[in-house]
């Protein structure tokens, strides 16, 4: 597996190929955001119920994408900025910077789910996966649902050759973003290729 060959938050970002024209995109699919007033628990429980039950795969990914905003949000103007320096950081190859800013994130802010999530990201980039897995199983202690954070373990493990626990990964994956296609097609191959060792 070459490092960072897809980033674990945004993995799920980027269109399947021929999925769209390019000269003529498809229009976003209209998804009704969540109620801004309820409590943030009460928003997320309503975009994963809709998550798990959408099998239009543009539609699903409109909801993930508001998933994604709604874990974005720190609550903390300081762990916002410190946020956007990391991305910052992280866009310019500026990796020991992006480190300290979410080390100081963690510290400050230790359940917000986002700032574990991007620093098993940049982990994962550095090539360094058993600190990335284990910012991952923090983020999963925090938000269980985290489907980023579930694909990034799942790449890991394949990468270790732990294709079983891969496989039950992508399920645990599906059971929460079951529309998603390249989760569909990962856990195929991952099911053939333990078929094909038995056989």
């Known amino acids: 597996m070459r490092p960072f060959a897809f980033c674990l938050s945004l ?13 003529s995109p498809e229009p ?3 998804v009704t955001a969540p109620d801004p007033s309820a409590p943030p628990a009460v928003r997320l429980d309503t975009l994963f119920a809709e998550l798990k039950h959408e099998g239009d795969p543009a539609k699903a990914k409109a909801i993930s994408d ?24 992280m866009a310019e190859n ?3 910077a992006a480190f300290d800013y ?9 359940g917000y789910v986002e700032g574990w ?11 360094n996966y058993r600190k990335s897995m284990a910012d991952i199983n923090r983020v999963l202690e925090i938000e269980p649902r985290h489907f980023g954070a579930i694909a990034g373990m799942a790449m890991i493990l394949t990468s270790y050759g732990r294709d079983q626990l891969a496989l039950e990964a992508w399920q645990r994956f599906l059971d929460i973003y079951p529309s998603e296609r ?6 195929g191959d ?8 038995r056989t």
């Open 11 to 23: 993995l799920l970002l980027s269109p399947l190929p021929g999925a769209a024209n390019a000269q």
């Open 28 to 30: 976003r699919p209209a």
């Open 66 to 89: 508001n998933i994604r905003a709604e874990w974005r949000q720190s609550g903390s103007a300081t762990v916002d900025f410190l946020m956007q320096q990391a991305d910052k950081a």
């Open 94 to 96: 500026k990796d020991a």
């Open 102 to 110: 979410l080390d100081e994130v963690i510290q400050l802010a230790p």
């Open 117 to 127: 999530n991007q620093r098993a990201t940049l982990n994962y980039k550095e090539g």
């Open 182 to 187: 390249r989760a569909q097609k990962a856990l």
């Open 190 to 197: 991952i099911a053939e290729k333990l078929a094909g060792s």
